[in-house]
Nanobody
Framework: QVQLVESGGGLVQAGGSLRLSCAASGRTFSTYAMGWFRQAPGKEREFVARINWSTSSTYYADSVKGRFTISRDNAKNTVYLQMNSLKPEDTDVYYC????????????????WGQGTQVTVSS
């Protein structure tokens, strides 16, 4: 079992930046990739970014490509999401997730989820 705790959410103006953190604990040896998703009320959970734990290979959704950067610190068992040039449409609850797969994208490919952190971007 992997436990995930997100932090770093908050209120920011359009064009600003925010950095999210996700601390993992438990059976992290079986985690091969970690990702970030976001979800607004009444909408489906949307894939944002993924990183391979060992190689640091990354993949991004088109909507955030060039603006968001995912990274990880193996020693701290922590994954980060640096969000720059934020837009009002980025307003969502952001979730961290871990996976036993090497390159997961769909929600069902992830095994453990955090409780989420709210990100609000004002215009």
């Amino acid at each position: 079992q992997v436990q995930l705790v997100e932090s770093g959410g908050g209120l920011v103006q359009a064009g600003g930046s925010l950095r999210l953190s996700c601390a993992a604990s438990g059976r992290t040896f079986s985690t091969y990739a970690m990702g970030w998703f976001r979800q607004a009320p009444g909408k489906e959970r949307e894939f944002v970014a993924r990183i391979n734990w060992s190689t640091s290979s990354t993949y991004y959704a088109d909507s955030v490509k060039g603006r968001f950067t995912i990274s990880r610190d193996n020693a701290k068992n922590t994954v980060y999401l640096q969000m720059n040039s934020l837009k009002p449409e980025d307003t969502d609850v952001y979730y961290c997730a871990s996976s036993k797969n090497y390159s997961p994208t769909r929600g069902y490919e992830y095994d453990n989820w955090g409780q989420g952190t709210q990100v609000t971007v004002s215009s």
